[in-house]
């Protein structure tokens, strides 16, 4: 799972996009200070960076600058300004992309995939997600637990990859939907309920404690403990 750091002063700004992006398989880590977001990015493994303009203290280009003098990884700027000289600033800085607010979900999940498949293909190579004693294998679409392995079908094993990747959180029915079927489906809501229950039943038989971490949240949706 591709992680994206999301740098903008405003809260409200980033939990939007963090909910844009979710659906569409990343992992956000939200940063409201572009400080610490450079010393994110020496600490972890980043594949893109969503990076706000006019922020306190330190502005969009300046960390822009700082981060070009260590990390080559992608960066879309983000303004309320539409000014040409603010486009042109921002890929001198070193800016691979740059949106202008507000954009709508379509638009930055295109440029956000635009920018990532130009990444090495060791980038996108298959990969294991562990969390305990579980790990989901991203090239053979199963689960293990312990000695124990359950095949998953190709919608189980995305609704299984968008919870276990954010333990924890609860999804909402629409979001797991999203993870799992294309975003504009017209795919009935209910069908992410038989698909948990399918899941459940088939771990379960294979000795897995799902009940102890594939959780209900009532009224909202799903979580892994």
């Given at each position: 799972?591709?992680?994206?750091?999301?740098?903008?002063?405003?809260?409200?700004?980033?939990?939007?996009?963090?909910?844009?992006?979710?659906?569409?398989?990343?992992?956000?880590?939200?940063?409201?200070?572009?400080?610490?977001?450079?010393?994110?990015?020496?600490?972890?493994?980043?594949?893109?960076?969503?990076?706000?303009?006019?922020?306190?203290?330190?502005?969009?280009?300046?960390?822009?600058?700082?981060?070009?003098?260590?990390?080559?990884?992608?960066?879309?700027?983000?303004t309320a300004r539409s000014d040409k000289i603010d486009l042109v600033k921002g890929l001198d800085t070193g800016a691979d992309d740059y949106i202008t607010k507000p954009f709508d979900e379509g638009e930055l999940v295109a440029r956000v995939n635009a920018l990532l498949r130009r990444l090495p293909d060791d980038e996108s190579?298959?990969?294991?997600?562990?969390?305990?004693?579980?790990?989901?294998?991203?090239?053979?679409?199963?689960?293990?637990?312990?000695?124990?392995?359950?095949?998953?079908?190709?919608?189980?094993?995305?609704?299984?990859?968008?919870?276990?990747?954010?333990?924890?959180?609860?999804?909402?029915?629409?979001?797991?939907?999203?993870?799992?079927?294309?975003?504009?489906?017209?795919?009935?809501?209910?069908?992410?309920?038989?698909?948990?229950?399918?899941?459940?039943?088939?771990?379960?038989?294979?000795?897995?404690?799902?009940?102890?971490?594939?959780?209900?949240?009532?009224?909202?949706?799903?979580?892994?403990?």
């Amino acid at each position: 799972m591709r992680t994206i750091l999301l740098v903008d002063d405003e809260q409200r700004m980033l939990d939007l996009i963090e909910l844009f992006l979710i659906p569409h398989g990343f992992r956000c880590i939200k940063e409201t200070s572009g400080q610490k977001a450079i010393e994110i990015l020496n600490q972890k493994k980043i594949s893109l960076v969503l990076l706000d303009i006019m922020m306190p203290e330190i502005d969009g280009w300046e960390v822009c600058r700082k981060i070009r003098e260590f990390s080559e990884v992608p960066i879309i700027m983000l303004t309320a300004r539409s000014d040409k000289i603010d486009l042109v600033k921002g890929l001198d800085t070193g800016a691979d992309d740059y949106i202008t607010k507000p954009f709508d979900e379509g638009e930055l999940v295109a440029r956000v995939n635009a920018l990532l498949r130009r990444l090495p293909d060791d980038e996108s190579k298959a990969e294991k997600i562990i969390y305990g004693n579980f790990e989901l294998d991203k090239e053979t679409y199963s689960l293990h637990y312990n000695d124990s392995k359950v095949q998953l079908t190709l919608k189980e094993f995305y609704i299984v990859e968008a919870l276990i990747s954010r333990p924890r959180k609860t999804f909402t029915r629409e979001q797991l939907l999203h993870a799992a079927w294309e975003y504009d489906t017209y795919t009935d809501i209910r069908t992410v309920d038989s698909h948990i229950r399918n899941l459940r039943e088939k771990l379960k038989t294979a000795g897995f404690p799902i009940e102890e971490f594939l959780l209900t949240v009532w009224g909202i949706g799903y979580k892994w403990n």
